[in-house]
């Protein structure tokens, strides 16, 4: 028997039917292939988990009828689709669980604040209780628990992957697979104490990679809502197609830029040992959905071939451009370390001869441009450099597909059609790999902008 690792996100653990399924879905796969089960925070749970530490920080005592409802529907859940006999100790398990989760909000309650490593407890809750939920239903199944095998350390406040300590202890814990296994997603625990750490929001998915990678599975599956990989959002694209095929740096390349699908460190770790992702629909099994492979047969080199759309809001633009802007000594380095240690993430960084575009999430903008304002203060004083520019209240949107030599006519291809839409795009950047093309608008715009190329590119 091979190995497959199924993941199941939060919309195919949020309610009874989408767990019955989930159930339906792992038991016939088990028929022909061993198999390990990654799954999300019942739906919602995380973000309800958090805004409850928000409302017990604000001393909101209303934060305690929410701890008693998250505990009820997982009670709820278990009268539901648990076999009898199985019902009590589980029920003892979740409340054990909350009373824990209690704590750590009582004790946010009292210190009006919440550390990293709290907030890391708190939203442990989620997948801790979805697991052991979901092991109880299907027959045979071993539970396993993530934060044995999966490490990070704390760099820049976030949690990073220790990945050869990681793939030791999966395979120490793995020395002998069971039939079927369930592991909780998202959930890992600091290398150096153990203190219970997380792969950041969306990162079920990759703990399913890193499980599928390190153990040689011979398909990673991503179970979600929506009938696989698509050509947009289907949430803002009505008329987004399924992509049946796609290679792993499409895929990479539309995650990266904001296609919510799959949680982008996802594709290195299965690109690497060359193992297929699908994308599947829990709630539409029958649907061929996404395969992701490294390469999809080849079109004709001349043609332009278009995969997908992508977007991202709530973006700022900062800009860094002067007179002698090359004279400032060290500039790329010093921009993208300045903000690395300070824990800013750069989406990405468009340069040209006389101006470097740094493109940033509008709640980290403020921050970027304090941060830079200090590092280049001597450049802004001598005149080098103009101050700081930042414009916030953006969006991008990325097409993807195979571009390489043709992204001078691609671009006025694009900015004609937007033109006639009304659309002035405020930037262009082409991808590093030269297979995407970002546009950045104003977030008004980008409805237009995404509905228009769509129609005009997929
Ligand atoms: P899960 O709970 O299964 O992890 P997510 O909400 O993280 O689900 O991801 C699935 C959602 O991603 C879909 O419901 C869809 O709205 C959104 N999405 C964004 N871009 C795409 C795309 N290109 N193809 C499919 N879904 C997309
Ligand atoms: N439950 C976590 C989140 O909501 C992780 C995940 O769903 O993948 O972000
Ligand atoms: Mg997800």
Request: aromatic fraction near 6%.
């Amino acid at each position: 028997m091979s190995l497959k690792v199924l993941k199941f996100g939060g919309t195919s653990v949020g309610t009874v039917e989408s767990i019955s399924l989930l159930k339906g879905i792992v038991e016939h796969e088990a028929q022909t292939d061993d198999i390990i089960v990654v799954v999300s925070a019942l739906g919602g749970l995380t973000d309800r988990l958090i805004a409850t530490a928000d409302m017990a920080k604000g001393r909101d005592e209303a934060y305690l009828a929410e701890v008693t409802a998250m505990q009820k529907r997982h009670h709820d859940m278990i009268d539901a689709i648990v076999a009898p006999h199985r019902q009590e100790s589980l029920k003892q398990y979740i409340d054990a669980q909350f009373a824990d989760l209690s704590d750590l909000y009582s004790t946010i309650y009292n210190e009006q604040r919440a550390s990293l490593e709290t907030m890391a407890a708190v939203v442990s809750f989620g997948e801790l209780l979805s697991s052991n939920l979901t092991a109880n239903i299907i027959e045979g199944a071993v539970w396993k628990d993530s934060r044995e095998f999966i490490k990070t350390e704390t760099r820049h406040s976030r949690f990073t992957i220790c990945e050869d300590l990681t793939a030791q202890l999966l395979h120490d814990a793995f020395l002998s697979v069971p039939h079927i296994t369930v592991c909780p997603g998202f959930i890992s625990s600091d290398c150096h104490d153990g203190h219970v750490t997380n792969l950041g929001r969306g990162g079920s998915d990759f703990t399913a990679a890193i499980l599928a990678a390190e153990l040689g599975a011979e398909a990673l599956e991503i179970w979600t809502d929506v009938d696989g990989f698509m050509t947009a959002d289907p949430r803002i694209i009505a008329e987004a197609h399924t992509i049946v095929d796609m290679s792993y740096s499409d895929a990479m390349e539309l995650c990266n830029y904001g296609a919510k699908v799959i949680y982008p460190p996802t594709l290195y770790p299965v690109c690497q040992k060359k193992i297929p992702i699908y994308v599947k629909n829990t709630f539409h099994a029958s649907h061929c959905g996404t395969r992701i492979v490294n390469k999809i047969a080849a079109l004709p080199s001349s043609r332009l071939s278009f995969c997908g759309l992508s977007s991202m809001k709530e973006i700022s633009v900062l800009s860094i451009k002067g007179p002698e802007m090359q004279g400032v000594y060290g500039l790329h380095r010093r921009i993208a370390s300045c903000l690395l240690e300070k824990g800013v993430e750069i989406l990405f960084m468009d340069s040209s001869d006389d101006s470097i575009s740094l493109i940033v999430r509008d709640a980290a903008c403020a921050d970027a441009v304090g941060y830079l304002h200090d590092e280049f203060q001597n450049a802004v004083r001598n005149g080098r450099l103009h101050p700081i520019g930042a414009r916030s209240g953006l969006a991008t949107v990325t097409l993807v597909g195979s571009i390489a030599d043709s992204y001078d006519i691609l671009r006025e291809r694009i900015s004609a059609v937007l033109a006639r839409a009304e659309v002035n795009p405020i930037l262009y950047h082409l991808g590093s790999e030269h297979n995407s093309i970002t546009l950045v608008v104003e977030k008004p715009q980008v409805q237009t902008a995404l509905n228009v190329l769509h129609r005009e590119f997929l």
